[in-house]
T-cell receptor, first 111, second 116 residues
Framework: DAKTTQPPSMDCAEGRAANLPCNHS???????VYWYRQIHSQGPQYIIH???NNETNEMASLIITEDRKSSTLILPHATLRDTAVYYC????????????FGKGTKLSVKP | GAVVSQHPSWVICKSGTSVKIECRSL??????MFWYRQFPKQSLMLMAT?????????EQGVEKDKFLINHASLTLSTLTVTSAHPEDSSFYIC????????????FGDGTRLSIL
């Protein structure tokens, strides 16, 4: 079973920041948090991952709480093409483990 | 970024035939590859994990004799759906990463399989 909890859906206005929350209260000390998104009829696209420090790349920022029990993915300026299902995943089993997908958050970016 | 190529992207075939799907890592050596299946309006379900040169490890409920996985090289894994039936129709997605690494898995664009 997935170790994360996400809201099933969110809306965001185009050009505004999209903040997608994720709870992972049972995360272990060596388990990373990964974020992917899936646009309809495509394979998942990697966005970002982190252990305990906040991370930023060209796509997004990842904010992880100090206790590591939750995180937030931030898309700073959402566009219509960011409409997708976003998955927050804790890899079960550490570096040897697999990505188990939950139901994710359906983000709808509206004009 | 890392690229995983999956082929074919779409296949339609008659019931009882076997279908092979290829997954290639184009710019890195994928010591571990994964196969997922996704039914409409559902999330991805992990079917099996394979390490290069080893037999695949199948998830509970996945028939290993029906879904044959070969991972003979560091850049190629194949999934063969044997004697496919309409209930095998689904979206099959492969993924690859370097083994024992916290680097992310990268996914192919999937293969939509329709069995008539």
């Amino acid at each position: 079973d997935a170790k994360t909890t996400q809201p099933p859906s969110m809306d965001c206005a185009e050009g505004r920041a999209a903040n997608l929350p994720c709870n992972h209260s049972t995360i272990s000390g060596n388990e990373y948090v990964y974020w992917y998104r899936q646009i309809h009829s495509q394979g998942p696209q990697y966005i970002i991952h982190g252990l305990k420090n906040n991370e930023t790349n060209e796509m997004a920022s990842l904010i992880i709480t100090e206790d590591r029990k939750s995180s937030t993915l931030i898309l700073p300026h959402a566009t219509l093409r960011d409409t997708a299902v976003y998955y927050c995943i804790v890899r079960v089993g550490g570096s040897q483990g697999n990505l188990i997908f939950g139901k994710g958050t359906k983000l709808s970016v509206k004009p | 970024g890392a690229v995983v190529s999956q082929h074919p992207s779409w296949v339609i075939c008659k019931s009882g035939t076997s279908v092979k799907i290829e997954c290639r890592s184009l710019d890195f050596q994928a010591t571990t590859m994964f196969w997922y299946r996704q039914f409409p309006k559902q999330s991805l379900m992990l079917m099996a994990t394979s390490n290069e040169g080893s037999k695949a490890t199948y998830e509970q409920g996945v028939e290993k004799d029906k879904f044959l996985i070969n991972h003979a090289s560091l850049t190629l894994s194949t999934l063969t759906v044997t004697s496919a039936h309409p209930e095998d129709s689904s979206f099959y997605i492969c993924s690859a990463r370097v083994r024992l690494s916290n680097q992310p898995q990268h996914f192919g664009d999937g293969t939509r399989l329709s069995i008539l």
